[in-house]
């Protein structure tokens, strides 16, 4: 069975860091790409960065550029997504997804909130 | 960025009847490949959300063969027949022709 489960989250202040990490199993994790998409509180799901499957190639949404980092450790089958400087609209459950041409699956989401 | 345009924004639906939600994109979803990358998404109230439908018409493993989608090039049909209790929630569709990937607004599905 496909397991993804996201840890990290919490409360932090504007301009700070956190990193969320989204551990795989019941699958080869190296034989896919995966993705983080997030969702602000009452609103719809936004794709946030993808990375493929050797973690050479990586994608953002302008918003998160030069401030968030997805990485993967094949090696221990976990996906990260560092974010740095931190803001109020990053505020959101994020969710870590396995990556194809579509998002098959989805962990149960992480919430991450940033104020003051 | 593509943009996604879905509608309506919410249904409501008598159990048993048949449901159907459209979305547009800004741009043709055929890759030069032949394949048309489009999904569609259900998010049950305070769950994840699941994977129904994938490149237009494609049901995805363990989803109910009441879930169809049909479209091509930049407008897409997703149907629900018989609805039933479980159907209720928010759908999503989401292009995956480029980055960003873009989802529709959400089309909120209620019970009559």
């Known amino acids: 069975e496909v397991q993804l489960v996201e840890s990290g989250g919490g409360l932090v202040q504007p301009g700070r860091s956190l990193k969320l990490s989204c551990a795989a199993s019941?699958?080869?994790?190296?034989?896919?790409?995966m993705a983080w998409v997030c969702q602000a509180p009452t609103k719809g799901l936004e794709w946030v960065a993808s990375?493929?499957?050797?973690?050479?190639?990586?994608y953002y949404r302008d918003s998160v550029k030069g401030r968030f980092t997805i990485s993967r450790d094949n090696a221990k089958n976990t996906l990260y997504l560092q974010m740095d400087s931190l803001r109020s609209e990053d505020t959101a459950t994020y969710y870590c997804?396995?990556?194809?041409?579509?998002?098959?699956?989805w962990g149960q989401g992480v919430m991450v909130t940033v104020s003051s | 960025d593509i943009m996604m345009t879905q509608s309506p924004l919410s249904v409501a639906v008598t159990p048993g009847e048949s449901a159907s939600i459209s979305c547009r994109s800004s741009?043709?979803?055929?890759?030069?490949?032949?394949?048309?990358?489009l999904s569609w998404y259900l998010q049950r109230p305070e769950k994840s959300p699941q994977l129904l439908i994938y490149?237009?018409?494609n049901l995805a493993s363990g989803v109910s063969d009441r879930f169809s989608g049909s479209g091509s090039g930049t407008d897409f049909t997703l149907k629900i027949s018989k609805v039933e209790t479980e159907d209720v929630g928010i759908y999503y569709c989401?292009?995956?022709?480029?980055?960003?990937?873009?989802f529709g607004a959400g089309t909120k599905l209620e019970l009559k």
């Open positions: 997804a396995r990556q194809s041409y579509y998002f098959d699956y």
């Open positions: 019941g699958f080869t994790f190296s034989n896919y790409g």
């Open positions: 990375i493929s499957t050797g973690g050479g190639n990586t």
């Open positions: 741009k043709s979803l055929l890759h030069s490949n032949g394949i048309t990358y």
């Open positions: 490149q237009i018409s």
């Open positions: 989401v292009q995956f022709l480029e980055v960003p990937y873009t």
